[in-house]
C-alpha cells in the first residue's frame, strides 16, 4: 500500500492505510493523517473486472466534481472540501495509478468528519432529497453526453433482462449436478414473477426511443450510504461516483427509495419486515422534488413507476448473478444472492401495492 501511495501528490505525512468495509464492489482503505488537523484520504482499488473503461470512469468523476465544486464557489458555499469530493492527482498527474500487476487505484481527500448511515429517518430523508435533487439540478447544464457509461448499459432494463436470459440459458445447458443448474430449476417461481413484469418495466427504454423521455446525468447508485452526513445530521456530500452517467431521472429517485423507503433490509431474510416506508417516501420525495426544478410532467408523473423499476431491476441483477454462480456482488454467505433476490422481488410487490398512495402524494407535493 506504502508503495502506491507514493506515487500520489500527497504534502502530508501520513500514516498506515486501514481496511475500510463498505460497498460490494471496490476495495477502499482509510490513509490517517499522522498530525491532528491535516488531510486524511480514502484510497481506492477500482474493481476494473467490472469497470472495465477505467479513463472514461475518471474522466466522469473530475468532470462532475469539478462542475459542482465551481458551482458551489460561485456561489459563495462554505466548507467547499467536505462538500464535493476531491481527487488527488499522481505525481505525474493522472488521476489514477496503474501498478505493473494491472491494478488501477485512486485516492479522494477523506471528508470528515462525516458518518454514514444504513436507514434514514423521514428528516434525513427529506434533507438527503434535497441533496440528490441538487445533485441532479446542478449537473442538469452539462449535456447528458458529456459523460460515458462507465458500465455500459448500466441501468438498461432490456440489456438487464437481456442478462438474465443469457444466464438462464447457460444454466440449462448445465449437468443436472451443477449448483448452477439446481439453482435454477429450484427458482422457476422467481422468473415467473420476473416474466410478468417484463413489457412494464422496459417503458422508459421505449419512451426514450419515441423521443418523449430524455436523459440527464444522474448518480446511479444513491443508496442511502453514499450520502455523508455531518455532525448535525444534515447531508453534506455525495460519494460513490463511480456510477455517475446518462440515465433517467427516476434512476436516482428509485434507488434511494428501493433502499430508504423499505422497512425491512435490502437482503432481508424475513419477507414480511418488507413494506414501503410512505412517510420517508413523502419525507425525499418533497425535498427532491424542491431541489429538482428541471422535471417535465412526464418525468414527475413516472417517479412511483422508477421506485418499481429500481427494485425490480436489483431482483433481475442479484438473481443473475445467483445464477452466474456469485461472480459479481461480493456475498456474506453461500445463498446471499437468492435471500437479495428475493428481499427486492418482495419489495417490488409492496410497490405495486402502494402505487396509488405514491401516487396521489407526488400529486399533493
Ligand atoms: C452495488 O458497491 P455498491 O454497494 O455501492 C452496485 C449497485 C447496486 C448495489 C446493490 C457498480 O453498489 O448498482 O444497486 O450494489 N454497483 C455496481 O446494493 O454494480
Ligand atoms: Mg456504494
Known sequence: MKEVLQHFAITNEVGEAQPLRIGFINDSFIVPARRVGERSYCLQRINHRIFKNVDGLMRNIQLVTNHIR??????????????????????DGKLYYRTEGGDYWRLYVLVEPATSQEKVT??????????????????????????????????????????????????????????????????????????????????????FREGKLQKHINHCDTKVNNV??????????????????????????????????????EDDPNLDNIHVDLEVFEAYARGYL??????TDLEKELLPYGCRLLSYMQTVRFFTDYLNGDTYYKIAYPEHNLVRTRA???LVEEQEKAEEQMRSIIAHL
Do not use: Y
Open 70 to 91: 465551481e458551482k458551489l464557489e460561485t456561489a459563495g458555499v462554505s466548507d467547499v472540501e467536505r462538500k464535493v469530493l476531491q481527487l488527488v492527482p499522481t505525481k
Open 122 to 207: 423521514p428528516k434525513s430523508a427529506e434533507l438527503t432529497g434535497e441533496a440528490f435533487g441538487r445533485f441532479q439540478r446542478q449537473l442538469a447544464d452539462l449535456p447528458f453526453d458529456a459523460l460515458c457509461e462507465s458500465i455500459p448499459n448500466f441501468h438498461n432494463m432490456e440489456f438487464r433482462l437481456q442478462e438474465l436470459d443469457e444466464a438462464i440459458e447457460r444454466a440449462k445447458s448445465l449437468p443436472p449436478s451443477n449448483v448452477r443448474k439446481k439453482r435454477l430449476e429450484a427458482c422457476r417461481d422467481i422468473i415467473a414473477e420476473i416474466d410478468k413484469r417484463r413489457d412494464e418495466m422496459c417503458l422508459a427504454e421505449r419512451l
Open 290 to 295: 424542491k431541489e429538482a426544478t428541471f422535471l
Open 344 to 346: 427486492q422481488l418482495r
Open 228 to 265: 455523508l452526513f455531518d455532525e448535525a445530521g444534515r447531508p453534506i456530500c455525495i460519494v460513490d461516483l463511480d456510477t455517475v452517467m446518462p440515465g433517467f431521472v427516476f434512476s436516482d429517485f428509485g434507488d434511494f427509495m428501493r433502499t430508504a423507503a423499505n422497512t425491512g433490509l
